[in-house]
């Protein structure tokens, strides 16, 4: 069924809704509230994961009433399919300095918690003066490690996810809402 519950995304997408536009809407402004009043009076420095933090963090990054910069780094954790491969490599880094700097890390979800333990580390690494985690979602079930995530929009149940930023194979990114895999055969 194309665009299954209101889906779309150009490709018949066989994906059921989890997770509405409007829902992800507002988690977005009240999280991008609080981190304003969090850091009244601060910049902020927010750190994306690629590829998956790219329709989150843009739209978050507008919900943030202060100074804001990006930068992004990308690492390797998933091949093309659902399961991780275990090891985190981090591809390329942030490309200004972060020492003294306020570095929120924006991740599209936490699953294993791997790539956030990893990214985090490297981050810490670099001196900023302060690091916090920002995900959409986070799948407690699936914890390999304890992660402490600082600003949260959803704990959702051990479902693989597409949408808004999301990807199976590089596809659904661009789906508004997030939605749940459907198996097609
Ligand atoms: P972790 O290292 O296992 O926490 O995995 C984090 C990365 O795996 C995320 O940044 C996503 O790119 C990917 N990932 C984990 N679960 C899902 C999912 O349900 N849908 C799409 N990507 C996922
Ligand atoms: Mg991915």
């Keep these: 069924m194309p665009g299954a519950g209101g889906a779309k995304a150009g490709n018949d997408a066989p994906v059921r809704v989890f997770l509405a536009e409007e829902r992800i809407r507002r988690k977005v402004r009240d999280l991008g509230r609080q981190i304003a009043r969090d850091y009244a009076g601060k910049e902020v420095v927010l750190v994306g994961v690629l590829k998956g933090c790219c329709i989150f963090m843009s739209d978050l990054a507008r919900a943030i009433d202060l100074p804001v910069t990006f930068d992004f780094l990308r690492v390797s954790s998933y091949g093309n399919g659902t399961e991780s491969v275990g090891t985190v490599r981090i591809d390329f880094d942030v490309t200004q300095p972060l020492r003294g700097k306020h570095v929120i890390l924006v ?6 918690g791997l790539t956030a333990r990893a990214v985090m580390n490297t981050l810490r690494s670099k001196r900023p003066a302060s690091l916090r985690l920002c995900a959409l979602l986070h799948k407690p079930d699936r914890a390999q490690v304890p992660i402490r995530i600082d600003y949260l929009g959803f704990t959702i149940p051990n479902h693989f996810v597409v949408g808004y930023g999301l990807d199976y194979a590089g596809k659904y990114r661009n789906l508004p ?3 749940i895999l459907q ?3």
């Design 107 to 112: 991740e599209d979800i936490i699953d294993t």
């Design 177 to 179: 809402s997030v939605g």
């Design 183 to 185: 198996r097609t055969s």
